[in-house]
């Protein structure tokens, strides 16, 4: 299903002519289709209010490499709920690094949280500090000055 989107029920769905093992390399897909089953975009690129890809943009989803959104899962993820085994961002967030206003980690940066090294607004771990300026100055060379 390439080219223009496909209408059905209700919401819209798109899927790119291109794949890659056998999932394709876009598909959007939001509302329910002519059935009344909820529409889940799944693709290298998925964007969906329910979405499963290697890069998923979705109000629920789980974006194996990276994921935004809502309610998001994946190895990184910046989301109002975030769990990311190695790196999330969000006002809820877990992984191993997180940064969030309430955090669950190994490194956590927050307002309050658990983290096996935490700097938050009542505790000041001198590890977590070093390794927060650390991955500061790591990023910062990619910005734009």
């Known amino acids: 299903m390439a080219g223009p989107g496909v209408l059905g029920g209700s919401g819209f769905e798109w899927k790119s002519q291109g794949t ?4 394709p390399l876009i598909h959007v897909a939001v509302g ?3 059935r009344g089953k909820l529409r889940v975009a799944k693709g290298v690129i998925a964007v969906g209010q329910f979405a499963v890809g ?3 943009v979705a109000q629920f989803g789980v974006g ?3 994921g935004l959104g809502q309610f998001i899962f994946g190895l990184t993820a910046v989301a109002q ?8 961002v969000g006002q809820f967030a877990a992984g191993y690094t997180a940064i969030g206003q309430v955090v669950l980690a190994y490194y956590g940066l927050a307002q309050t949280g658990h983290a096996t090294h935490l700097w938050s607004t009542r505790h000041r771990d001198p590890v977590a500090v070093e390794y927060f300026r650390s ?3 790591a990023i910062k060379i990619y910005l734009p000055v």
């Open 81 to 88: 709920f975030a769990g990311a085994p190695a790196f999330g």
């Open 54 to 56: 290697l890069i998923t």
């Open 20 to 23: 890659l093992l056998g999932w």
């Open 64 to 66: 194996l490499l990276f």
């Open 32 to 34: 329910r289709d002519a």
């Open 135 to 137: 991955l500061w100055e």
